[in-house]
């Protein structure tokens, strides 16, 4: 690594965004120590709602930075693990007593929510006194009063749960959210016995002859059932399943939803739910119409249309929720709402907005989900709230079905589930918790080999303080609801708990600094609400990182993730597979990169060269391209998988051999491979340019390949022989 320049930036810039978790430099993918720009430390410092726009205001909050801790009675949030006594900082009027107790938690309910009625009033009563510390601190004089801190110290035998700390002085009462966390975050046994395997889907491009034209839950359950009983497969990942617009056009990226915490009833297929067998002859006409438009989409090899297929579907979906529901039926709807509470409110009542203002802008007050103006609009469109709660009341339904079906047909794990790193900045989420977001910047990652100007997600950021203030709420609801049906959770851009790339808006991708996040805190509650869930989960731990953090996700149970390409020595040789980590999910290719085929040949490079996305010579790229290919060749020609010449399919067979004779517990095939498609579903950095996420599963001459028929393919089958072999 080169030697870390001198800095020209003034120090106490510096000292303040060290106060503020902002990193002032940074270590580039070539090793490389870069300096940020001032002005980005400035923009991204404001962006926390900290004054910085001159040396004076950036002396004063400095300042006022150093009594932060003090000026509280207790922190807003405490996380700690269990089995760990914790000291706690009490800060309260110089000489005062003070006293500091904990409410435990009622019992969760199977799904993580918290319990309501007598059960609650018992645990109310469930009261822990803290024991005080014999530790002295100077007080402090702060705002002009004199604060002295005293320190409790949080037990080692709390249960697990999220708690209620509270501190009460000279009358003044304060209260805190205490989470009591998992130490680690242990493997079911059935994948401890025996390595599990699955296929690695985007489930919109999977479709049936009954899709609507984009492939939905009821897709995946069939999938799912065909994958454990003709292939022998343990889990299915699937893209993320977020909400995406109530109305079109819809954005097609899964990776930019408007909510991470809800599902896009996108994926609902129709005739599975229960009151479209009861419809009326005239009704059941009505929802064969809106099948009519999108009826051939499903064999179509062209872009999938989303759009022409939720105009279509949503139609139809309006007819199915006007008809009568049973008494039983109804009562399921009005739990889940209970259950879901407020947050699914404000998110139907979102999208009752976005269809009643359509293409029109919103007034100022709609953009207040607790003001009078959306509080009148809730109640005037009541009937649209409704019916985007039950949209997510039948989604949860037939994800329930999925990994019923997933797990019933013999897989360990069954539905893997993925979450996206951020949202929509125009979106649900955005809407409702504005107050835990930060403006005025995205997120995104600097520069690397595979997108050498940066990438700019066009995603606020949690900001790290706002989101302690809520107690992390926003963060565990979004997690239990993802989880609610899932055998493991793979958290897309893991690095994004330790720290993120803020870009100030306007800026160059490149042109960004990272925050730090408590990691402590967002691992903790994950492996808290995973282990509730009973779920595995698995971090994108990919790109430009910090050293220790794979240990220290690998010390909390969270497996990393290995891509074959990616994975080579320190002289750039391909890694030999012994020397894979075994705490993560291993795999051949990601949905960032072609499908193996495509990348063998390297259409990566001549795909990112039409686009405009290289800043190296094409020719210097093509040769590296090459000679990385070559050099996988070889190796895989000296482990004895592959003879002197052999085929495409002989090559990716051999890779995916390569995977499995690594120790990894989870190993992750491509369905696009499976196949033999050669097409990118995603080239990072492009918008428009690309048919991002679009690309319908094909074989390698780019024919359809519908669910009815993917089982019958020679090459799945034999690729799925290749990962069953040893296992």
């Not at 706690?88 to 435990?104: C, I």
């Not at 699955?198 to 009954?210: I, T």
Request: proline share 7%; glycine share 8%; charged share 25%.
């Amino acid at each position: 690594m080169s030697e870390p320049p001198q800095t020209d930036l003034p120090e106490p810039l510096v000292q303040l965004a060290d106060a503020h978790g902002v990193a002032s430099d940074f270590w580039d993918f070539d090793g490389s120590r870069r300096q940020v720009r001032a002005s980005t430390l400035v923009a991204v410092l404001e962006a926390l709602g900290v004054p910085a726009s001159s040396p004076e205001k950036v002396a004063v909050s400095l300042e006022h930075s150093r009594d932060d801790a003090w000026r509280q009675m207790l922190p807003p949030t405490v996380v700690v693990r269990q089995g760990d006594a914790v000291p706690l900082p009490v800060h309260v009027a110089d000489g005062s007593a003070v006293q500091v107790w904990v409410e435990l938690e009622a019992e969760p309910s199977r799904h993580g929510g918290q319990p309501t009625g007598q059960h609650a009033a018992r645990a109310a009563r469930e009261r822990r006194d803290l024991d005080q510390l014999d530790v002295f601190v100077e007080p402090r004089t702060v705002d002009g009063r004199r604060v002295g801190r005293a320190t409790f110290e949080v037990p080692a035998d709390l249960p697990l749960g999220w708690h209620d700390l509270h501190a009460e002085s000279d009358g003044t009462q304060a209260r805190a959210t205490l989470v009591v966390t998992p130490q680690r975050l242990e493997l079911p046994a059935a994948v401890l016995e025996r390595r599990a395997w699955g296929f690695m889907a985007q489930l919109y491009s999977v479709r049936s002859r009954a899709s609507w034209g984009v492939g939905d839950l009821s897709d995946l359950a069939d999938l799912a059932w065909l994958s454990a009983r003709e292939a022998g497969a343990d889990f299915v990942l699937v893209n993320p399943l977020h909400a995406a617009e109530p109305r079109t056009p819809m954005t097609p990226s899964p990776y930019l939803p408007t909510s991470r915490r809800f599902v896009n009833p996108l994926y609902v297929r129709v005739e599975d739910i229960r009151e479209t067998g009861y419809l009326s002859a005239a009704d059941r006409s009505l929802v064969e119409w809106a099948f009519d438009p999108v009826r051939d989409l499903d064999t179509d090899p062209g872009p999938i249309d989303r759009d022409a297929a939720w105009d279509a579907k949503k139609a139809a979906l309006e007819v199915v929720f006007a008809a009568p529901r049973s008494t039983a039926r109804q009562a399921s709807l009005d739990a889940f709402r209970a259950e879901q509470g407020r947050g699914l409110e404000d998110f139907a009542t979102w999208c009752a907005l976005a269809d009643h203002y359509g293409d029109r802008d919103w007034p100022p007050g709609a953009y207040d989900p607790h003001g009078p103006t959306v509080a009148a609009l809730r109640d005037q469109l009541g009937d649209r709230v409704e019916f985007y709660c039950w949209l997510q009341w039948v989604a949860d339904e037939q994800l329930r079905a999925a990994q019923r079906t997933a797990r019933e047909a013999g897989m360990s794990v069954g539905i893997m589930h993925d979450l996206a790193v951020g949202v929509h900045p125009e979106g649900a989420d955005v809407w409702a918790h504005r107050g835990v977001l930060a403006t005025g910047v995205s997120v995104g990652a600097p520069p690397d080999m595979y997108n050498q100007q940066g990438q700019n997600w066009s995603q606020p950021p949690w900001h790290p303080r706002a989101l302690a203030r809520a107690g992390y709420a926003p963060y565990r609801d979004m997690l239990r609801t993802v989880l609610r049906h899932a055998g493991a959770i793979r958290i897309d851009h893991v690095i994004g708990l330790f720290r993120l790339w803020w870009i100030p808006g306007g800026a160059r991708a490149d042109a960004g600094a990272y925050v730090r996040y408590d990691h402590e805190a967002l691992i903790g509650i994950l492996c808290l609400e995973a282990q509730r869930a009973g779920a595995i989960v698995i971090g994108e731990d990919l790109g430009v990182f910090e050293p220790w953090v794979r240990d220290y996700l690998a010390d909390r149970g969270v497996l990393g993730t290995s891509v074959l390409w990616f994975e080579k020595t320190g002289d750039g040789a391909p890694l030999p597979p012994e020397d894979y980590r075994r705490l993560a999910l291993a795999t051949v290719t990601t949905h960032d990169l072609p499908p193996s085929a495509g990348y063998l040949a390297g259409e990566h490079v001549e795909l990112r060269d039409r686009l405009g996305v290289l800043t190296e010579d094409v020719a210097d790229v093509r040769r590296a391209a090459r000679a990385e290919r070559d050099a996988m060749v070889a190796f895989l020609r000296e482990r004895g998988l592959v003879g002197d010449d052999p085929s495409e399919r002989e090559l990716v067979e051999a890779l995916h051999r390569l995977v499995r004779s690594t120790p990894a517990v989870l190993l992750g095939v491509s369905l696009a491979d499976a196949v033999g498609e050669r097409r990118s579903q995603n080239q990072p950095g492009t918008d428009q340019e690309y048919p991002n996420w679009k690309v319908p599963l094909g074989d390698s001459s780019g024919n359809v390949v519908l669910l009815e028929d993917l089982f019958d393919s020679a090459r799945l089958r034999s690729l799925a022989k290749a990962m069953n072999d040893a296992l």
